[in-house]
């Protein structure tokens, strides 16, 4: 007995350890963008649906030998790429690396059980989250490497995207009460989600273009359960979506009820992303700035799109407004979303070199 006994220690010490190094690399990597973040604007990637458009891929591309035989179509399942087409979502990742970006965003958008279901792919969610985060960590090692770079300056974001259905909106018009799914199946769903970014070993974990709050509620739910069953603690970023002009969200919130419903999460940023241009975000960005206790992100759209659903915002518009923010000291972090290439963010990241980030607010460093 006395043998198991020691036994039974050591792997209770080596798990301690373990759970240890686990929540010192979180708390490391939080310390580490918090120290960049206060010497500069860092720069967030483009977007990758656009990029993946350049490619012309076909239904046999997105289906590669694995699925050939797949039952349902998958055309359009962005995130499969990262099992079929692996080198094409890292040439991506490398392209917006050389554009000048220091955090890459994994290509996880939807990569969760209940919108994978449109595919019928749902056990796949948990691999394809593992695939996303070691593209994009390969694609950094290799590029840090390449450029005798030491990477303290190149972090991975786990994306975690709204989802394609929502908790506080009926999809039936004659049943206002009617949901499509629960708060538990959703948070079920992200949890399995950030448990495969994490373990593909992402640097931060960042809940995106929001447009419904308690779909982010269950999000930062399952990310605090995650960390409280596993010891780990990685950086979270979040990012809302205002719709339209109104300065709402699609769910009825105004920006300021947003910030204030997900504050809890205690975010490194908070920001906005996709739905306008930078010129229609403007105003938003600037309110934010003013209310944010934390950092504040911004990746707007290269402009509203035109009659066939393109962008035709040129990287050089798209500089000069996000200039203007940075000119005014609104914004701590920068990229692109919809319609962005790595032209835009190469002049995104040449235009906020001229620019200090925005300073926290006093009370925040009491």
Known sequence: MQGFLVIDVDYLRIGGCILLIAYLYGMNKEAQIKALLEKKILIIDGAMGTMIQRYKLEEADYRGERFKDWHTDVKGNNDLLCLTQPHIIKEIHKQYLAAGANILETNTFNSQVISMADYDMQPLSYEINVAAARIAKEAVAEFVADNNLDGAEHFVAGAI???????????????????????DEVADAYYEQIKGLADGGVDI??????????????AIYAINKYFRDTKLKLPV????TITDASGRT????????????VMHANPVSIGLNCALGAEQMRPHIEELAQISA????AYPNAGLPNAMGEYDE??????????????????NMVGGCCGTTPE????I??????????????????
């Open 250 to 261: 699609l769910s009825g919130q105004t920006l300021e009820a947003f910030y204030i419903s």
């Open 161 to 183: 995207g709204p989802m394609n259905k929502t908790l506080s909106l009926s999809p039936d018009v004659n049943n206002p009460g009617y949901r499509a799914v629960t708060f």
């Open 205 to 218: 974990l960042l809940v995106e273009t929001i447009f419904d709050t308690l779909n982010a509620k269950a």
């Open 294 to 297: 934390c950092y504040v992100s």
């Open 237 to 240: 970023m979040i990012s809302g």
């Open 344 to 347: 835009h963010i190469a002049a």
């Open 314 to 331: 040129s990287p050089e518009h798209t500089a000069h407004v996000i200039s203007e923010w940075a000119k005014e000291g609104w914004v």
């Open 349 to 366: 990241a040449k235009a906020m070199k001229k620019f200090e980030a925005r300073k926290l607010p006093e009370m925040v460093n009491a």
